[in-house]
């Protein structure tokens, strides 16, 4: 069984964060400080291309039981981490038709359910107690691309809210399901997408930790936007409390498919390197989050599908669980900037 973690344990002193001395797993789930000479030979940091130092090791994916096994490497320099190994573009491409996202799930429990839940009234009061981790609150106008729009959800909401949406989707599946509904999505990659016309807003929710190369693809979006044009992101906080506490069960490690972990700090210098100013930036910890991990924790096993993901009624009672009786422990690690998700607005310079 995994060692109990307390809450002093859980909440890692700031001083600790400030070294450049990352934690690393032991064999038994337990934190340990690795040595010096664990320095990453012939692979460097993807933003600042500094010696990298090993952070995590032994991480198997825990959603869809793919096999193999990965390690996180962290900067020397920047404290940038990022998986090892990279899968190829060819792997990824293979991995996201196969597993990711929307692979032609319709008509399920699950997709029922959750489809009810995101038309409904409930959905606003559930982001405003929750955290609204996908900006589906904002009001406005003008030209907003939903890069990664899936199969056009966030359309929905957004064109709802004033906005004229468009949508990018690397899943051509996906891509139908939203044109299904009337929306123009194109089917391409963050990395050398170019627009027909400049727009206002670009969303990257839950997105920019799936890139191999953030910086072009920050660089190569800001030049999709309007002088003075947004970007708003959301991701994994690398420095969430939630990555102490379930260890490699963390659902944000997401091997293979997340690849860039951010923190706070590493995330603004990124946009400031790719031409954004007045970045604001907020933390919050969704309550699914919460249960994924708890349920990856639970469930998980080594090259088997993790289907507890998909039950509705133990998501919910999880998610409930963890707004309303473990509020006072979300509350505190958000206001200590550990939150688990980073919301950012950035604005083209």
């Known amino acids: 069984m995994p060692k109990a973690i307390t809450v002093v344990e859980v909440f ?44 995590v090791g032994e991480l ?39 597993y990711y996202n929307f692979g032609g ?58 906005f004229q949406v468009e949508g990018l989707e690397l899943n051509p599946t996906a891509a139908d399901v939203a044109r299904e509904s009337g929306f123009t999505v194109r089917v391409g990659d963050t990395t050398d997408f170019i627009a027909p016309a400049p727009y206002d807003v670009i969303v990257l929710s839950n997105v920019l930790e799936h890139a191999p190369d953030p910086k072009k693809v920050l660089v190569n979006l800001r030049r999709n936007l309007k002088p003075s044009g947004q970007l708003w992101i959301s991701c994994p906080n690398s420095r969430s409390w939630l990555r102490k506490a379930f260890g490699r069960s963390w659902i944000n490690w997401h091997v293979p498919f997340h690849i860039s972990h951010f923190s706070e700090e590493t995330l603004h210098r990124l946009l400031t390197d790719a031409g954004f100013q007045d970045t604001q930036t907020r933390q919050i910890t969704p309550a699914l989050w919460v249960t994924q991990s708890c349920i990856a924790r639970l469930f998980a096993r080594e090259g088997r599908k993790n289907s507890r993901l998909r039950n509705p009624f133990l998501t919910l009672f999880l998610m409930l669980f963890s707004r309303f009786v473990l509020f006072p422990a979300l509350w505190l690690g958000n206001r200590l900037r550990r939150g688990d998700c980073l919301l950012v607005i950035a604005t083209k310079a």
Not at 15 to 29: C, L
Not at 36 to 49: M, V
Not at 74 to 94: H, K, M, N, W, Y
């Open 12 to 55: 890692i002193p700031a001083w600790e964060f400030s070294m450049n001395v990352p934690t690393a797993f032991s064999s038994e789930g337990s934190l340990t400080m690795p040595a010096r000479n664990h320095i990453r030979e012939g692979e460097t940091c993807l933003l600042c291309s500094g010696a990298l130092e090993k952070s």
């Open 105 to 162: 799930e319709r008509g399920t429990t699950y997709t029922r359910l959750r489809e009810w839940f995101f038309s409904s009234c409930l959905f606003s009061m559930w982001i405003f107690l929750d955290g609204d981790i996908s900006f589906h609150k904002r009001k406005g106008a003008g030209r907003l691309l939903d890069a990664g729009c899936n199969e056009g959800r966030g359309l929905r909401i957004y064109a709802s809210n004033g």
């Open 60 to 98: 198997t994916d825990t959603r869809f039981g793919i096999e193999g096994s990965y390690q996180v490497w962290r900067c020397l320099d920047c404290g940038f981490e990022q998986i090892s190994p990279v899968p190829t573009p060819a792997e990824l491409g293979r991995l996201y038709e196969s």
